[in-house]
T-cell receptor, first 111, second 111 residues
Framework: RKEVEQDPGPFNVPEGATVAFNCTYS??????FFWYRQDCRKEPKLLMS???SGNEDGRFTAQLNRASQYISLLIRDSKLSDSATYLC????????????FGDGTTLTVKP | DAGVTQSPTHLIKTRGQQVTLRCSPK?????VSWYQQALGQGPQFIFQ???????QRGNFPDRFSGHQFPNYSSELNVNALLLGDSALYLC??????????FGSGTRLTVV
């Protein structure tokens, strides 16, 4: 079993839709959590950190459930430009050290 | 722009050859991590360098080695290349106060 697991999708949604991705992690000692976005053939870029209290950045909301060891990302009012692969990332420390990436969930937003 | 710089951007090598990839970290970052990303998968942690020493290592064979220089730049060396080493190699720099910033990667093809 992989340390970080994501539904690979693809998720194909119309513009304006709300879409949610989940990610589970197996190491209960994990300390920090992130969502990254990766466009085709480009490097991953940090989308947002994920906190226990949940956090929101515009149309994006991230949640962490430590008891169930999963992380979620909600995208509201999807735009064409949201089409990308979304990577869930888990780190055993609050900074530095090895980050473990999921294999990503692919989202395609269609007109 | 003082982002992460990787070279070369693309490389084609023959099985059995050796390759060296280079990374210059973002200004102010002192830690360099290397990842391998195969097609359709998330980045896999190779190793991390801090203060010119390998601080952590993932599940990669000894054919993969690295180095960090006093100016924090880093090299990834791969010996005895296999076809399965074909991938996007990503360098990420970070510091205690700042999370990962990825370079745009080196795309290695082994034929």
């Amino acid at each position: 079993r992989k340390e970080v697991e994501q539904d690979p999708g693809p998720f194909n949604v119309p513009e304006g839709a709300t879409v949610a991705f989940n990610c589970t992690y197996s190491n209960s000692a994990s300390q920090s959590f992130f969502w990254y976005r990766q466009d085709c053939r480009k490097e991953p870029k940090l989308l947002m950190s994920v906190y226990s209290s949940g956090n929101e950045d515009g149309r994006f909301t991230a949640q962490l459930n430590r008891a169930s060891q999963y992380i979620s990302l909600l995208i509201r009012d999807s735009k064409l430009s949201d089409s990308a692969t979304y990577l869930c990332v888990v780190n055993r420390r609050t900074n530095a050290g090895k980050s473990t990436f999921g294999d990503g969930t692919t989202l395609t937003v269609k007109p | 722009d003082a982002g992460v710089t990787q070279s070369p951007t693309h490389l084609i090598k023959t099985r059995g050859q050796q390759v060296t990839l280079r990374c210059s970290p973002k200004s102010g970052h002192d830690t360099v991590s290397w990842y391998q990303q195969a097609l359709g998968q998330g980045p896999q942690f190779i190793f991390q360098y801090y203060e010119e020493e390998e601080r952590q290592r993932g599940n990669f064979p000894d054919r993969f080695s690295g180095h960090q220089f006093p100016n924090y730049s880093s090299e990834l060396n791969v010996n005895a290349l296999l076809l399965g080493d074909s991938a996007l190699y990503l360098c990420a720099s970070s510091s205690d106060r700042d999370g990962y910033t990825f370079g745009s990667g080196t795309r290695l093809t082994v034929v």
